[in-house]
């Protein structure tokens, strides 16, 4: 009987905790399933966002469960009728953030008046660095900024349309485009060339929306170039000729980077040192060759006349009496590019070969150096010896695309005076 008596007394509270554990077990369930349709919600939230033009996969890994997303997106393309600016604008955020969401996505598009793309040509130029070939009448670029918690990746591109563009009271023939999208990378230096590379056609998928549906003039841009593989201790097999220390470049550690498979319309490859060294003089410690055929060729030939660094467009820096150059110090490493062209299997193309020596640029913005005569000299005759080797590589841009009937245009010097 005690023994019923003692059963009976601890039998209401085993009961109670096997109650108590359905209960946390049931909450945890429902939370977790709570969570995993919230964030099915999302995805297809992204999914359908700014006119179906976010890159949904790769941005998968940023879209959370414990939250909804919150968007916002007009546009007179979007709303036909709608008074706005833009032709699209659309914000996509999730998480809040002591001063910002944790993640954001952004598209813009913009029909702009004639006053607006006059303010921007005036301001200041520079050489595009989109990863992707571009045709005439386009501009872009791309970039990196920090956050208060991890980094974005942005591009734009200004896009000319020769049949005018719908949407503004005011004519308008220009088109601005321009996206930020999510990084993993800690800070803006951290953020890989594949974060830019989709930045970059997430602008074009974007401008290739508007111009198809405006009937603008302007014609699709295409995205097929080989993307740029990230930084590595050996060169691609395209380019696989860049080697410095037949160059006599800097003798030091070298970073390479490049396509990795052969398009006939651009090629490029990079490398530059992960520290100073070398030789006596100014040794090379960075060096870029590019290639460009047909359209292409057009719309970087343009975009470098419009930046001032084309062939032709500056006097060669005036040299004193004992042969030495004065160079001002910028922000910017001085490089010396030499251009080529030659008729390649994809129409005329331009070949640009660009080295940057190891220059040390001072502590004042324009403060004036003086490079030694038989530096500079040393400098020009590295440029000619590596357009002569991208030429005559065989397994080079150069070489895949047949290049023949080369004429060497001129150097540039890329430095302020």
Avoid at 7 to 25: E, I, M, N, S
Avoid at 54 to 68: I, M, N, T
Avoid at 175 to 186: F, G, I, N, T, W
Avoid at 380 to 400: F, K, N, Q, V
Wanted: include cysteine.
């Amino acid at each position: 009987m005690r023994w019923i008596r003692g059963r009976r007394a601890w039998f209401p509270y085993a009961l109670a905790g096997g109650v108590l554990a359905l209960v946390v077990v049931g909450t945890v369930g429902w939370f977790l399933a709570d969570r995993a349709q919230q964030r099915a919600d999302n995805l297809r939230q992204l999914d359908r966002a700014c006119a179906g033009l976010l890159p949904g996969e790769r941005l998968r890994g940023f879209v959370p469960g414990d939250g909804a997303g919150a968007l916002e997106e007009y546009g007179t393309m979007l709303h036909p009728g709608q008074e706005s600016r833009a032709l699209l604008n659309c914000t996509l955020s999730w998480g809040s953030g002591r001063w910002e969401p944790a993640h954001r996505v952004r598209i813009r598009a913009e029909a702009q008046i004639a006053a607006q793309a006059e303010e921007a040509e005036a301001g200041f130029r520079h050489i595009s660095d989109f990863p992707l070939p571009l045709p005439p009448g386009v501009t872009g670029s791309t970039g990196a900024d920090d956050r208060v918690v991890g980094s974005e990746v942005s591009a734009s591109l200004s896009v000319e349309c020769p049949g005018g563009l719908r949407g503004r009271k005011a004519p308008s023939r220009t088109l601005q485009v321009s996206v930020e999208l999510p990084s993993k990378a800690d800070s803006e230096y951290d953020v890989p060339a594949t974060d830019h590379l989709l930045a970059a056609r997430t602008a074009v998928a974007t401008a290739n929306w508007v111009t198809e549906r405006q009937k603008c003039g302007a014609g699709p841009i295409r995205t097929d170039a080989s993307p740029r593989p990230a930084a590595g201790p050996t060169p691609t097999e395209l380019c696989a000729w860049l080697d410095p220390e037949e160059l006599e470049f800097a003798r030091d550690t070298w970073e390479f980077s490049g396509d990795g498979a052969y398009n006939r319309r651009a090629g490029f490859c990079s490398g530059h040192t992960t520290g100073y060294g070398g030789p006596p003089g100014l040794p090379v410690v960075e060096v870029t060759a590019e290639s460009w055929s047909g359209e292409f060729a057009r719309g970087a030939y343009e975009r470098h006349t419009d930046a001032g660094t084309a062939p032709g467009q500056r006097e060669p820096s005036p040299a004193r009496r004992d042969g030495s150059v004065v160079i001002r110090t910028s922000a910017f490493s001085p490089k010396l590019a030499l251009w080529a062209e030659s008729e390649c299997d994809g129409g005329t193309a331009y070949h640009r070969i660009a080295v940057t020596p190891a220059f040390d640029n001072g502590t004042g913005d324009g403060e004036k150096r003086v490079v030694e005569g038989a530096d500079r000299k040393r400098l020009s005759a590295d440029a000619r010896a590596t357009l002569d080797r991208y030429l005559a590589a065989a397994d080079g841009w150069p070489g895949r695309a047949n290049c023949r009937a080369t004429t060497v245009l001129g150097e540039v010097e890329e430095w302020p005076r």
